[in-house]
């Protein structure tokens, strides 16, 4: 059975960043197209960021291009999502999620194993 652990979300101000991981295992995680989602109070789970397993392709929401950036060390089955320039509105619970095969896809069912969460508050 795959794990997902993520961690690194915190409390920032905006403007700042934050770096966010997720541990894998239980798997092998290079088999693995990784995702993030996010899901604010009240809201649908969105999209922010996906990877190949290989890491040579990403995928990004609008909303969080030239921003965030999506990368993953197969070496230490983790992937990453490093969020700079922070907007109150980026506040969220971000999820990390799994999927064996070679595409990226932007809805939540489409992904197989999902991590806890990590609160992400971004203050004005």
């Known amino acids: 059975q795959v794990q997902l652990v993520e961690s690194g979300g915190g409390l920032v101000q905006a403007g700042g960043s934050l770096r966010l991981s997720c541990a894998v295992s239980?798997?092998?995680?290079?088999?693995?197209?990784m995702g993030w989602f996010r899901q604010r109070p009240g809201k649908e789970r969105d999209f922010v960021a996906g990877?190949?397993?290989?890491?040579?392709?990403?995928r990004y929401a609008d909303s969080v291009k030239g921003r965030f950036t999506i990368s993953r060390d197969n070496g230490k089955n983790t992937a990453y999502l490093q969020m700079n320039s922070l907007k109150p509105e980026d506040t969220a619970v971000y999820y990390c999620?799994?999927?064996?095969?070679?595409?990226?896809?932007?809805?939540?069912?489409?992904?197989?194993?999902w991590g806890q969460g990590t609160q992400v508050t971004v203050a004005s």
């Open positions: 239980g798997r092998t995680f290079t088999t693995e197209a």
């Open positions: 990877i190949t397993r290989s890491g040579l392709r990403t």
């Open positions: 999620a799994a999927r064996g095969g070679v595409t990226i896809p932007t809805t939540h069912e489409e992904y197989d194993d």
